[in-house]
């Protein structure tokens, strides 16, 4: 073997023996995107902690599409402490009247909802301990409500099934 094969075998063992011990985020989010509509108040996320032992705090915020934070949407609570193996909810609440420039009523609003983990300290101060706090953002929608309803129906419910002369047609608009 020459040098080269050499140094991407050991690159390739290093990297097998570094995954058994990757973790995973303790706090995690219930959807993978939010969409609101206009005329709705507020809109409920699960959060749960699926940390076998360990209670978590959940810090929570909003911010616009350009990623700094706004004050048309709000999530409450902002920090909550979520014990092991448990599940709570995060309400995102729209603040009317909060002296920015009107949402466009032709096309969605885009923001985006954030919660980051914090870790609890670790019980054994003498010891050197590496804690990751993990950061989940989420893209939220606000639908004006003068949009078409048809956007917030269940794809399944959209798929069109015809028989026609032994074949079947499966039309997906």
Known sequence: MNNRQTAMLIAGLVLVLAGPGTGQ???NVDRTRIIMSSDAKAVSVGLSNDSPDAPYLAQSWMEDSLGKATNILIALPPL?????GKKSRVRIM???NAGTAPLPADRESLFYFNVREIPPAPEDKNKNILQLATQSQLKLFLRPATLAAEGNASPEKMLL????????????P
């Open 80 to 84: 909550q402490r979520i014990d092991a």
């Open 25 to 27: 985020a303790a706090i």
């Open 161 to 172: 099934v015809q028989s026609a002369g032994g074949s079947l047609t499966l039309k997906n």
């Open 94 to 96: 729209r603040v009317e």
